[in-house]
């Protein structure tokens, strides 16, 4: 069975200082891992998706990063602006019948304070 | 982000109520989701349509009963829901093409009496 991990659950930073999220994830073969924003009361946002081990893709202050265990989603000198609930998902690629199917970890609760 | 809606943003209902919530997107999708999000739970699959054929249903409860007209709308019809019900119901569209991104609606703050 398909597993998605998350953590830290939660993670409080000052404005500025660095930080990393893992996603580390079982699954019988990768297909995609995709990393999601999700702000309270709102569905969840696109981040980023990847597909291999060693594939990195940035978007101003994140940068995702994946090998064959786990992911990484870097945030360099966040803001306030950054705080979000932010999930990590997986799409089996033995998966039958063409169905585009996500397992989603429970998300780790960013807090950028000022 | 606009390019898939849902109505309502917010409904009460008692158990004994039959509601629908509607989703509709504007991205030329084939694909529809329907996703249950519940406090301190990971996003749970709850229905799959791939150019408006269900492909998936997750063991959801006959309480709930999915709908797809065309491959832009998408309905979930609710009936004597129970309070456990109560949750964010998100819908969810992609192109259905191989590893194909999944965009998300604002969802649906379903609170059951």
């Known amino acids: 069975e398909d597993q998605v991990t998350q953590s830290p659950e939660a993670l409080r930073l000052q404005e500025g200082e660095s930080s990393s999220l893992n996603c580390s994830y079982t699954v019988s073969g990768l297909r995609g891992l995709f990393w999601y924003r999700q702000d309270p009361g709102k569905g969840p946002e696109f981040l980023f998706t990847l597909y291999s081990a060693g594939e990195e893709k940035e978007k101003e202050r994140l940068k995702a990063t994946l090998t064959k265990k786990e992911s990484f989603l870097h945030i360099t000198a966040p803001k306030p602006e950054d705080s979000a609930t932010y999930l990590c998902a997986v799409q089996d690629a033995t998966t039958q019948g063409g169905s585009e199917k996500l397992v989603f970890g429970k998300g780790t609760k960013l807090t950028v304070n000022p | 982000e606009t390019g898939v809606t849902q109505t309502p943003r917010h409904l009460v209902m008692g158990m004994t109520n039959k509601k629908s919530l509607k989703c509709e997107q504007h991205?030329?999708?084939?694909?529809m989701y329907w996703y249950k999000q519940s406090a301190k739970k990971p996003l749970e699959l709850m229905f799959v349509y791939s150019l408006e054929e269900r492909v998936e249903n997750n063991s959801v409860p006959s309480r709930f009963s999915p709908e797809c007209p065309n491959s832009s709308h998408l309905f979930l019809h609710l009936h004597t829901l129970q309070p456990e019900d109560s949750a964010l119901y998100l819908c969810?569209?992609?192109?259905?093409?191989?590893?194909?991104?999944?965009?998300f609606g604002p969802g649906t703050r379903l609170t059951v009496l």
């Open positions: 969810a569209s992609s192109r259905a093409e191989g590893t194909d991104t999944q965009y």
């Open positions: 991205l030329g999708h084939n694909a």
